[in-house]
């Protein structure tokens, strides 16, 4: 069975703080991790996949095996960052995601 | 948006009425999902679809079913509406290329059953 579970339901920071969002998976073979983000009652848009290992909007994610983690950081946080994140993940066969329980994430002025 | 849409965008309805919701793609992709979004649940799958007549259930499929009859459109129905399904639903596709593609969402659909 594959679970992502993300501990924190809501993370408050100041702007330019730095923000790091746990995410930590349960899986026995080697999953692809994502971040996506929805902001005030809009769609979910994807925000990063592991494999491509780039730098979206200021945020990085690295696939930690050994802990089984996939924690998304930005060094300093913005007010438009303010939004809820989901970590998903999607096993070696066929296309579904298992979705963490989000995190609502808020950047103070 | 990767050309997705849903309808209706907002529904109320009353216990024991039936209730579909429609999911529209323009991208030509193999695979649709329909998930549902609850505080403290995050995102669960409920079915998907892996090509045309070709459906499979999720982790929370009991009380609803799906149709796909043709590529672009997805079905999402509830026989028979109960409170505990209310929710927002949200649709997904992908593998236009591959089964490995990224998931892309429609704007979801907030249901209400009174």
């Known amino acids: 069975a594959q679970r992502v579970t993300q501990p924190e339901k809501l993370l408050s920071v100041f702007k330019g703080a730095p923000v790091e969002l746990k995410c930590n998976y349960s899986y026995s073979g080697s999953p692809e991790l994502f971040w996506y983000v929805q902001y005030s009652r809009q769609r979910l848009q994807l925000l990063l996949r592991h494999i491509s290992r780039e730098s979206i909007k200021g945020f990085t994610a690295d696939l930690n095996k050994g802990e089984t983690s996939f924690h998304l950081k930005k060094p300093f946080a913005q007010e438009e960052d303010s939004a809820m994140y989901y970590c998903a993940l999607k096993g070696t066969s066929g296309s579904r995601l298992t979705f963490g329980e989000g995190t609502q994430l808020t950047v103070n002025p | 948006d990767a050309g997705i849409t849903q309808s209706p965008r907002h529904k109320v ?85 591959s089964v490995t593609d990224t998931q892309y969402f429609g704007p979801g659909t907030r249901l209400t059953v009174l």
């Open chain 2, 13 to 97: 309805t009353e216990t024991g009425t039936p209730v579909t919701l429609r999911c529209h793609q323009t991208e030509n992709h193999r695979y649709m999902y329909w998930y549902r979004q609850d505080p403290g649940h995050g995102l669960r799958l409920i079915h998907y679809s892996y090509g045309v007549k070709d459906t499979d259930k999720g982790e929370v499929s009991d009380g609803y079913s799906v149709s796909r009859s043709k590529t672009e459109d997805f079905l999402l129905t509830l026989e028979s509406a109960t409170s505990s399904q209310t929710s927002v639903y949200f649709c997904a596709i992908s593998g236009l290329v």
